[in-house]
Each structure stands twice: as C-alpha cells, then as structure tokens.
C-alpha cells in the first residue's frame, strides 16, 4: 500500500519510513505525490485532532492515503508542556528551532531537581484512506530530561530525552535502538494491530 506522509519534516519521514518498512507499506513523501508545500495549521486542541487533520488535508489534496504524525514532549513539572505546542515551544522556526527549543526547556527545568524531571514523549498516528476512513493509533516512550544536550543523532528534543531503562538519550542511541522503543515506534505497532483487525487497507 503506497501512503503519503503528511508532514514535511524529513527526520520524521526517515523515522516513518524506516519503521514501517516490513508493514506492506511505502511511505512516500507529500513532494513525490505532487502536494505543494504548503502549511496545515495545527490548531486542535490535541495530538488526535491535529493528526487527524494533517492525514485528512493530504488525503483531500492528492487523493491517496495518507499517513499523519502528531507528537510532542510532555515534561511533568512543567504541567504537560511544551505537548502540542512543542514544535514551535520557543517561537523560532526553520533551522534553528530545535535549539532554540531545547535552550528554552533546559532554562524552564534550570531548578528542577533530577528526580522530578520525568517526561514522555507522544506521538498519535492517524492513516486516512481515501474516502475518508480514519485510523488512530497512540504510542508513548517514558524518560526523563537531563541538564545538558547530548548526543547527535536523531531531531527535536533528543539530546536532552533519556528514555526509561536506558543511561543514553535519543540522541546517542542508533537509529534502529530508537526506533526500537520510540513513541513513533510504539504508535506505529498500534497502528498496524488496528489495520489487520480491521482487515486491511480500502
Ligand atoms: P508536530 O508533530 O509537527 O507538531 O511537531 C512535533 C515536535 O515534537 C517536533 O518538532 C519536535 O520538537 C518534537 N518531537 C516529536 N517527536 C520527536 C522525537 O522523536 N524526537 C525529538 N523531538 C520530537
């Protein structure tokens, strides 16, 4: 089944790709299947709703299924935040966000002592099929955030999330170890539970 990714951030098409490799599914760029690049505001309230919306505005756009990820970073000292807003946390956007994005948690955390710097990352995937029948699935990885960036690897928050059980953030773990365990990851094998259930694509 061919599906196109609702979203223009290629560490999440990579992620996307590489995760759902042995689902029967080949995630295609929003480019390759002739969608302009345009923004969709994410105005809902949630991860549901603004996945939804991504995957549905694609699907709309060039008719084919398409597949949308919405996720954040929810710190519990910071009563949930950055959650949905955690793309544009800081207010800069392009090349710069993310560390702009992880100067303004660290500085928002500066007083946080290590045990109460628990957080979890989300991602609610949605797959709209072409006309209109809609598939969520909600996956969450637990860790903690630490007091300086490490690691180079992976986007977004990653030098700064250590998930459970591991003494490595995101950042300096290997592709394959983060997709192994991964909020994505785990939203993704939700996912593909529902589509056998469900019988399939169509
Ligand atoms: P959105 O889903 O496009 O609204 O943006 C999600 C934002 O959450 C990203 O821009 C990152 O800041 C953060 N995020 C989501 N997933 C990850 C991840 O796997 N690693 C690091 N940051 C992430």
């Known amino acids: 089944m061919l599906v196109v990714a609702a979203t223009q951030n290629a560490h999440k098409i990579r992620e996307l790709t590489e995760i759902t490799k042995d689902f029967g599914m080949e995630v295609i760029s929003r480019a390759a299947a002739g969608v302009p690049d345009f923004e969709i505001e994410e105005d809902g309230a949630g ?9 549905r505005v694609i699907m709309e756009y060039c ?3 398409a597949i949308a990820d919405d996720s954040g970073l929810v710190t519990d000292a910071l009563g949930g935040a950055p959650g949905v807003l955690s793309a544009r946390f800081a207010g800069v956007f392009g ?4 560390a702009a994005n992880n100067r303004k948690l660290l500085a928002l955390l500066s007083d946080v002592p290590d045990a109460e710097r628990t957080a979890r990352f ?16 909600r996956g969450e990885c637990e860790g903690r955030i630490g007091r ?14 250590t998930p459970l059980g591991f003494e490595k953030t995101f950042a300096e773990l290997s592709a394959e170890e983060k997709n192994g365990i991964s909020h994505r990851a785990r939203a993704l094998a939700a996912l593909r ?5 469900s019988g399939g694509a169509g």
């Open 63 to 65: 008719g084919m299924a």
């Open 148 to 161: 300086e960036e490490k690691g180079s690897g992976g986007f977004g928050y990653d030098p700064l999330f």
């Open 122 to 137: 989300v991602s609610v995937v949605t797959l709209v099929f072409p006309g209109g029948r809609a598939l969520a699935a």
């Open 47 to 55: 991860f549901e709703e603004n996945s939804l919306k991504k995957a």
């Open 193 to 197: 539970e529902i589509l056998s259930e």
């Open 95 to 98: 090349a710069d966000a993310d």
